[in-house]
C-alpha cells in the first residue's frame, strides 16, 4: 500500500526515520479498578510490555497534571497549581502555562508530525496545551479510533507523535448497553440524559449504581482502547505506547468523592502499560515520561531524569512516595503495601525527612503563576460546567 515501483519492477516500502511515538491519557482513571475488572486490550499491551504496578499522577486533576507530562516538570517546578473553575475567586481565569519546552514542540524538532486531540475540553489553546501541535482538536471518546486512522493515513512515510487524551471514567458517567446488562445498571438508574453523576454518591441508596457504572464505564474503556490500537496499524515501522491517566477518582473513601483537591491513593495512584520502551522504574513518576521517551529512543531533546522525591502536589498540598510504598501526607505515613486504604498512620517521618528538605528547597525556589484578571467567557464556563468544574 505505502510502497513504490520502481523501473526494476521492485516493491519499496518506506519506513519513518524514528518509532511512532503514541501516548494514550485517559480521564479519571483508578488504577485499582483497572487491575479489578476486564481490561483485556490493556492486558494484552502490558502481556507485551510493561505494567507498571506503581505509578504516580503529577498532580490530581487534568490541567495541572497534563502540563508535567508535557513539560517533564512537577507541578511544584512548573509553578501552575490553580483550583478548579468553582473555587477560582471572581473575575480571575487562568494563566497560559509557561515552560521552555513542550514534549510536542521537542518532538516536532525531531522530524515529528504531531497530533494531538482531546476529549476534556480543560486542554484549551488559550492555556497553551496546544504548543508543538500541527493538529489539536476536539473529540469524543466514540470518534477517536475513526479520527486517529483519518489522521495518521495521510502521511504514511512520517514518523508520529500522536497525544490523545479521552474523557474516560470522567462523570458524568454513561455506560454502553452491553455493560449496563453485565453490571445490571438500569436506565431507571440513570437520568434523563442516560448518565450517572457524582452526586449519586452523596446518596446512600444510589452509591452503588456509581460504583457499579465506574466499573462498566473502565470496561467499555477497555473496548475503545482495542479498536484505538487496532487503528494505529495504519502506521508503519515501530510503534512507542504508552497508556495511563491524569489521576484518579474517590468514590467514598475518607468521605470524600470527585477529585478535588485532595492527595489520597485513589487519586495520586493511576496505571501506567508502555509497549516499546525500556524498563521503567517502578515506582514511577509521570514527570519523567519526556526523559524517557526521547532517551529510550535516543533523540535530542532537552529533557532530564526529574530526580526529586515522586510526589503529587494539589494547591500547595503535597504527597510523598519512597521506594519502599510509603507514602507521606497529611502528617501522616502510611506503608501501601499492607495500608491501601491509608487508614492506620505509621511512624516514618524520620524516614522521609531527606524527601522532605529536598522538596522544601525546590518549593522556595519556584514561584508560582498568578491567576489573570478576567472572567471565563459564557462559552467557557459551560464547557467547564458540563465538566463539573463548575456548580
Known amino acids: ?32 479498578i483497572v487491575e479489578e475488572v476486564d481490561t483485556p486490550n490493556l492486558d494484552l499491551l502490558a502481556k507485551k510490555g510493561q505494567r507498571v504496578k506503581k505509578a504516580w499522577a503529577p498532580s490530581t486533576w487534568t ?16 509553578g501552575w497549581d490553580h483550583k478548579m473553575p468553582k473555587d477560582m475567586p471572581k473575575g480571575e481565569s487562568y494563566p497560559p502555562f509557561e515552560v521552555e519546552q513542550t514534549l510536542a514542540e521537542e518532538l516536532k524538532r525531531n522530524g515529528y508530525r504531531t497530533v494531538g486531540l482531546f476529549a476534556n475540553r480543560l486542554l484549551s489553546r488559550e492555556l497553551g496545551f496546544h504548543r508543538g501541535f500541527e493538529i489539536w482538536d476536539f473529540i469524543s471518546d466514540e470518534q477517536a479510533s475513526h479520527r486517529i486512522e483519518r ?30 446488562e453485565k453490571w445490571r445498571i438500569f436506565d431507571d ?96 513518576s509521570l514527570v519523567n515520561i519526556p526523559f524517557e521517551i526521547c532517551s529510550t529512543l535516543s533523540l535530542d531533546c532537552s529533557f532530564t531524569k526529574q530526580m526529586e522525591p515522586i510526589h503529587s502536589q494539589r494547591e500547595g498540598e503535597i ?11 497529611y502528617q501522616s505515613c502510611f506503608d501501601l503495601k499492607v495500608d491501601p486504604g491509608e487508614v492506620s498512620p505509621k511512624d516514618c517521618s524520620k524516614s522521609m525527612q531527606k524527601n522532605m528538605i529536598a522538596l522544601d ?12 484578571k478576567k472572567s471565563f467567557t459564557p462559552l467557557r464556563l459551560q464547557q467547564l460546567r458540563s465538566l463539573g468544574y463548575v456548580e
Not at 154 to 179: C, M, N, V
Not at 248 to 276: C, N, S
Open 1 to 32: 500500500m505505502f510502497g513504490l515501483i520502481f523501473w526494476c519492477g521492485c516493491v519499496v516500502s518506506f519506513k519513518p526515520v524514528h518509532p511512532h511515538i503514541i501516548v494514550i491519557v485517559i480521564d479519571t482513571l483508578r488504577a485499582d
Open 63 to 78: 490541567a495541572a497534571s497534563v502540563i508535567s507530562l508535557f513539560s517533564g516538570q512537577s507541578v511544584m517546578k512548573h
Open 151 to 180: 489522521e495518521l493515513i495521510k502521511y504514511p512515510t512520517e514518523s508520529h507523535f500522536l497525544y490523545l487524551h479521552l474523557y474516560g471514567a470522567h462523570q458524568p458517567l454513561r455506560p454502553s448497553p452491553q455493560s449496563k
Open 189 to 284: 438508574d440513570l437520568s434523563k440524559k442516560g448518565g450517572v453523576g457524582l452526586s449519586a454518591l452523596k446518596d446512600s441508596s444510589r452509591s452503588e449504581v456509581y460504583h457499579k457504572a465506574y466499573r462498566a464505564v473502565v470496561e467499555d474503556i477497555d473496548r475503545n482502547l482495542g479498536a484505538i490500537i487496532e487503528s494505529l496499524s495504519v502506521l508503519k515501522g515501530d510503534k512507542v505506547i504508552i497508556v495511563t491517566s491524569d489521576h484518579g477518582e474517590m468514590l467514598g473513601e475518607h468521605k470524600r468523592i470527585g477529585h478535588d483537591a485532595f492527595v489520597y491513593e485513589p487519586l495520586t495512584w493511576v496505571p501506567l502499560v508502555v509497549y516499546g520502551m525500556r524498563p521503567l522504574e517502578d515506582p514511577f
Open 319 to 329: 504527597a510523598i512516595l519512597d521506594n519502599e510504598w510509603n507514602k507521606y501526607m
Open 361 to 372: 528547597l525546590i518549593q522556595a525556589d519556584q514561584p508560582l503563576s498568578s491567576p489573570e
